[in-house]
């Protein structure tokens, strides 16, 4: 649904409250943006067909959107955003543990692998917090301009995918990408907060060339906890308490079958619907 409803202007003119962490390392200081454990978004991550995923439900999506837009917006070197424990579930497919996820603004704030690792020890330490609100004024229009997008914004939209990478460092699942590319993805990704059917939005996609292979991809499915659930039920029927990744085809395809069975069981489980 790319048009904004009452609601929505409502939700954008409050802003999200979120965390904020200041952590030194190293002599830079970073300014952590992090949810709220009252905020019900959920979030997966896998690599699959030599593409970074980030998996989420409608509700991941709004929040998402919400998160990239108001990072674009941001003015404060060290600014990021961590999306980590207790945000994070394992994936709807085969139940792997997801990885936490980083934003960076590119150009605002510098990224350093081991700035990172030691930014999320400090925040796992229990780093004092602050509740801010993350405005998000102008998205409820973002969401008009992507069918209407002039000369001059495809031009600075090619430029910006340059700059945009999607990669795995420090443990993390990490998305550097320059403001106008997070306006555009943030409201992309917030257009399909409301989708019936699985939808996707590519990431880091690079030149035109390099499109049919982009670094990364945001993945929703309406289904996505009843989807996360049952992955879950599959592998602990099949594999028991084994926590490592699966890499091998041949238990991927079990777990995915035995997925559609626990999904068959509780459909019948809950009968019709009226």
């Known amino acids: 649904m790319t048009t904004a409803t009452a609601d929505d202007m409502a939700a954008n003119r409050r802003g999200l409250k979120v965390h904020l962490r200041v952590v030194a390392v190293g002599g830079s200081t970073y300014r952590v943006v992090s949810l709220r454990s009252a905020t019900g978004a959920r979030f997966s991550t896998n690599y699959f067909h030599d593409t970074w995923h980030i998996v989420t439900g409608c509700a991941g999506a709004a929040v998402l959107g919400r998160l990239l837009w108001g990072l674009a917006f941001q003015r404060q070197p060290g600014t990021l955003v961590l999306i980590d424990a207790p945000h994070l579930v394992t994936t709807p497919f085969e139940g792997d543990r997801p990885d936490p996820i980083v934003i960076v603004p590119a150009g605002l704030t510098r990224f350093d692998a ?156 809950r009968g019709p619907r009226p």
């Open 114 to 269: 081991d700035h990172l690792r030691a930014v999320r020890r400090r925040l796992q330490a229990g780093a004092a917090s602050t509740t801010i609100r993350w405005h998000t004024f102008g998205l409820p229009a973002g969401l008009d301009a992507l069918a209407d997008r002039p000369g001059h914004r495809q031009a600075e939209l090619r430029a910006g995918r340059a700059r945009e990478q999607m990669h795995r460092r420090a443990g993390m699942i990490c998305l550097t990408a320059p403001p106008a590319i997070l306006r555009d993805h943030g409201a992309g990704i917030y257009a399909m907060r409301r989708t019936t059917s699985e939808c996707y939005h590519p990431l880091a996609e690079g030149p035109w060339w390099r499109r049919w292979a982009p670094q990364g991809e945001v993945q929703v499915f309406p289904r996505f906890d009843d989807d996360v659930a049952a992955a879950a039920v599959a592998r602990r029927e099949l594999l028991g308490d084994d926590a490592r990744p699966l890499t091998d085809a041949v238990e991927r395809a079990a777990v995915w079958a035995r997925r559609t069975q626990v999904q068959d069981r509780r459909r019948a489980a």
